[in-house]
């Protein structure tokens, strides 16, 4: 059977989770976390990185950092998870979903102006498939109109965009460290902040509104409530397990590229003759290889290639039914103009196995299952 994830265990996971029973010290911010916020800082280039308990967290703090409240909106696409709209729901606030392109299934940034009201707070792009959305207008607009950008960076872990860092570029930047995800803790992720003027409130949200961790580096002789926050601090468990894999990053990263390199080359054939598309990565990005997808006919000839590789025990998926059209969607958010690629689109789409150490056999397979039946 070739499985579509396998959680990445490097190795080295079990070893740094003793040294912190070791030390029996279990809750967060120890010796640990702080060495994968150090690395976060080092190797993505963010003002500041704080490991949480997950992306949707990371993305709920970064709501409450850009003072989202009741009747507020926020601008995101409609193919995305349903964490981004989630964080914002929970304040109060509107998701106004915008449609996407269909080259990178990201938002359109060209739709994004004419859907800012004077309720709109922030934007928050979403770097689908680890594929860089396009920021510099994105931010350009923001700017204009004085709207914070929160970058659902779930899936763009060393993404670049023109040389700098997804997740780095707006002023908040969300990761998750979910088994699905590159590197993973099972379930984690890390807030990246720009600005050093949101540093402070940004601990303070993360440790349940106390400047505990003020108290902890003896900048303060006793802790108290400033703020309103909650617990997104996850275990030194956790982070000693995901340490292990940052270390391992290059690795893991070129693992998965190779495997992202040899279904392009290998299922290219496919695209000439016109059967399926493959990704398309613009000049500016850099991806990360988070995912290989194709995009065939229509939702009747994907439903039909996934049983039909089911046959040969190959597992490919597909995901996101678009936010707008679920029930919750439907109940707090809208869509803003007109639905032309958000579910036409993501009907088409079928993710293909990834994951680190993926052997090239099984990759061969896939692709050659595919061509088989599109009878070449
Ligand atoms: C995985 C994912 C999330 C959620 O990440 P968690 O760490 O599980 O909260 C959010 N947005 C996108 C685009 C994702 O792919």
Avoid at 47 to 72: Q, Y
Avoid at 354 to 368: F, N, S
């Amino acid at each position: 059977m070739i499985p579509f994830n396998k959680p990445v265990v490097i190795g080295t996971e079990r070893k740094y989770i003793d040294q912190v029973l070791e030390k029996q010290k279990l809750c967060g911010d120890g010796a640990f976390t702080k060495k994968c916020n150090e690395w976060l800082e080092k190797n993505i280039h963010c003002g500041k990185g704080l490991l949480t308990t997950s992306c949707t967290h990371a993305t709920e703090m970064a709501v409450l950092l850009s003072n989202i409240s009741e009747g507020d909106e926020v601008i995101m696409p409609s193919y995305t998870f349903v964490s981004t709209a989630d964080a914002v729901v929970l304040r109060g606030a509107v998701p106004v979903f915008v449609d996407i392109r269909p080259d990178t299934m990201n938002i359109d940034e060209k739709l994004i102006e004419e859907a800012i009201t004077d309720k709109t707070k922030a934007i928050i792009p979403v770097h689908y498939a680890g594929v860089s959305c396009e920021m510099d207008r994105i931010i350009e607009i923001a700017d204009r109109y004085n709207l914070s950008v929160i970058e659902d960076a779930a899936q763009a872990i060393g993404s670049l965009y023109k040389g700098k860092y997804c997740g780095t570029l707006g002023n908040y930047g969300c990761l998750s460290f979910h088994e699905t995800k590159n590197i993973n803790m099972g379930e984690g992720g890390a807030l990246l902040i720009r600005d050093s003027d949101n540093f402070e409130r940004a601990e303070i949200i993360r440790e349940k509104g106390t400047n505990r961790s003020k108290f902890y580096r003896g900048e303060i002789d006793k802790y108290t409530w400033v703020d309103a926050g909650s617990s997104y601090l996850p275990s030194e468990l956790n982070a000693a397990f995901l340490f292990g894999q940052l270390e391992r990053y290059e690795e893991i990263q070129i693992s998965r590229m190779n495997a992202w390199n040899n279904y392009y080359g290998l299922l290219k054939v496919l695209e000439d003759k016109g059967d399926i598309e493959l990704p398309f990565i613009p000049r500016e990005c850099v991806h990360n290889a988070h995912m290989f997808y194709i995009k065939v006919k229509d939702i009747e000839q994907r439903t039909k290639l996934v049983n039909y590789l089911k046959q040969y025990d190959i597992n490919a998926v597909f995901h996101y039914i678009p936010l707008h059209s679920a029930p919750a969607g439907v109940k707090y958010g809208r869509f803003n103009g007109e639905d032309k690629y958000t579910t036409k689109e993501s009907e088409r789409l079928l993710r293909l196995p990834l994951y680190y150490g993926i052997c090239c056999d099984d990759v061969e397979r896939v692709a050659e299952k595919i061509k088989e039946y599109f009878k070449i």
